[in-house]
């Protein structure tokens, strides 16, 4: 006997989701960025908020593939560009809701009235009784429409698709875990500023997302990323140490002091970033939460 859920596996939108998700570590020589930048789009721009659940959800079953039995990180080329290419849609997701209403104030009144109406009502013949799906529900006496955020009260699914993202915590705390474990190199940095920079944006909209243990959660986020401040000190000094030893050894031996001290400058660079996406990502990780004993 198949389990009550077993169709869900085989639902055309999420197998459309997670097959999109693949194409994220395409490595096509031709088209592969060009790939990965349609994809990013797609999911982080162009899906269906109403899809939002599922998408976490896929993005989620592929990133505990990053990890061992023991729960050991699992590092590779591909599983980093697949980490890095997921923070870009999930901050657009998180995104979104601002974008729309900076839109909406550039558009002004008369014309966000114009779209809601090619979205929303649904024209009909009948001259007397013009009608749409949105107002026929709200104009129901027994219709219970509330609005209020998702910690708040209770709210619609069309509102508030991402209070029913019941993933979220496990997902950000994985992928945090495996931006710490990449090198001290100078491309890994700017992948943990994206995530500090996820987790800002995450913040942002802590209102309309659902956590099941949102203290322990956020404690052990400004855990992490404390940690990522206050280690960037010592990084670097081993970064410029090679530097230092780079360009104390003879030009005859075949090391490019020059490029050597562009790459010890561009670390530094990268490292007061970090530093900065850090701070402002605790900075909103502790805003409003209780002291703990």
Known sequence: MEPVS??????????????????????????GIQIQR?????????????CYPILFDQIKIQVDK????????????QN??????????????????????VQN????????????NTLGI?????????????????????????SGSGRNGSQQTNENPLANVNSLEQLVLNIVRYARQLDTSVAAV???IRVCQLVESMMKRRDDLSFRQEIKFRNKLVEYLTDWIMGNSHQFNQVHALGQSAAGVGVGSGVNVTTSQLV??????????????????????????????
């Open 264 to 293: 010890v400058d561009q670390y530094q660079h990268l490292a007061r970033e970090l530093d900065q996406a850090s701070m402002e990502a605790v900075a909103t990780l502790l805003h409003s939460l209780p002291l703990q004993p």
């Open 38 to 50: 349609h994809i990013q789009d797609l999911l982080g721009h162009e899906l269906n908020p109403l």
């Open 80 to 101: 980093t560009q697949f980490i890095d290419n997921v923070i870009v849609i999930m901050r657009s997701v998180f995104e979104m809701k601002a974008q729309q209403a």
């Open 122 to 146: 649904v024209p009909n013949n009948n001259a007397g009784s013009p009608s749409s799906v949105v107002n026929s529900s709200s104009n129901d006496p027994n219709s219970s429409s509330t």
């Open 6 to 31: 077993s169709d869900l596996h085989y639902c055309p939108v999420t197998q459309f989701i997670g097959d999109s998700l693949k194409y994220l570590v395409c490595q096509n020589e031709k088209f």
């Open 190 to 192: 700017p992948i943990r």
């Open 66 to 77: 990053f990890f061992d039995a023991n729960g050991q990180v699992i590092c590779s080329e």
């Open 105 to 116: 104030a550039l558009e002004g009144p008369a014309t966000t009235t114009g779209s809601t």
